[in-house]
């Protein structure tokens, strides 16, 4: 059984800065990507960022390519978003999800099988 574990949210004042943390578990588990998605209030999840888990693909929205930095650590089976510059308009709850189908970049949230609980971000200005 595959586990995503999200961590880092927290409540922070504009132009801040959060890492927030993903890691997973399973046997054997080796996925094809990781990415995060954020959901606003009243609104479906978006997608945010991706990276390959065994390459050096990156993918970003454009809204957040120049604030925030996906990475990972294959070693601790854990990826990472940085974000930077944090607005308001960042509250969300950030999600991560795991082993995408479908071609790269994976940016729909049906591609995507495993998700984690999520964690809560509050900007406040």
């Known amino acids: 059984q595959v586990q995503l574990v999200e961590s880092g949210g927290g409540l922070v004042q504009t132009g801040d800065s959060l890492r927030l943390s993903c890691t997973f578990s399973g046997r054997t588990f080796s996925p094809g990507a990781m990415g995060w998605f954020r959901q606003f209030p009243g609104r479906e999840r978006t997608f945010v960022a991706a990276?390959?888990?065994?390459?050096?693909?990156?993918y970003y929205t454009e809204s957040t390519k120049d604030r925030f930095t996906i990475s990972k650590d294959v070693a601790k089976n854990t990826v990472y978003l940085q974000m930077n510059i944090l607005k308001p308009e960042d509250t969300a709850i950030y999600y991560c999800?795991?082993?995408?189908?479908?071609?790269?970049?994976?940016?729909?949230?049906?591609?995507?099988?495993?998700w984690g609980q999520g964690t809560q971000v509050t900007v406040s200005s």
């Open positions: 999800a795991a082993d995408p189908r479908g071609t790269w970049p994976q940016v729909l949230t049906n591609e995507y099988q495993y």
């Open positions: 990276i390959g888990w065994t390459t050096e693909r990156e």
